[in-house]
């Protein structure tokens, strides 16, 4: 019985070193075997495919003509099937409920405009729009003088521009550039004017401080003045004018 068990035993032993020397000898071969070779694959089409899409929105976005798929391949150089497909995937995909834009068809090319559901909507907001501001020559010296001399009366600004200006000042009131800043105690007692938030908001400046000083003024001044200097013989005949004016003119804004 016991060389049974011997024989049992030995055998066990030898199957537990061939199963060791099998794992050893595979992880040995899997050590020694070559990594696999990385392989090359092409560029990244989905990636083009999205720079060329939106390089094809700007363009139709810019152009007021439409343009066609052929002007646009040839310009790009492009192929002109390839140009086709994308421009067809961003009409599909501005024909969707969630966009206001389309990009469609239109005279043999392709044109981005508003959705026909959306026109009077859109109508009605354009007409809500404040017009952009516009300033005669003459309100945007009155507007300067104010910004540069405020609080000042309309008698100081017509002086210094040596124009009545009652008109101007009435449309500077409106367009709420200017407000009156009290009464000055002299004779009479004028009204004062200084300029409002409304005129920082249109033009862009944060304070008064960022106004340019008047040494600059005058710079500007003096290069429109040669810009535009008379003939001779224009400056003296003006001046005769003048003289024989009673008052000074009025102007409109």
Known sequence: MEELFAEERTSEGSESVARDLFDQQTVEQAAAAPEPAEVSL???????????????????????EPLSAQQI????????DKVKHVLDEISAEYARPEHGLSVREVAGGYKMSTKPEHHEAVRTFVKKLTPPLKLSLAALETLA?????????GPEIMEIRGVQGAGVLKTLLDRKLIAEAGRKKVVGQPILYKTTKDFLVQFGLKDLSELPTLKEFEELGRMELVEEAPAPGVEENAAAAGENSPAPPTENA
């Open 42 to 64: 092409p560029a990244d089409i989905s990636t083009d495919d999205a720079q060329l899409k939106a390089v094809l929105e700007a363009i139709v976005y810019i152009t007021d």
């Open 73 to 80: 391949a040839s310009a790009l150089g492009r192929p002109l």
């Open 145 to 153: 003088v104010i910004a540069y001399k405020q609080p000042v009366t």
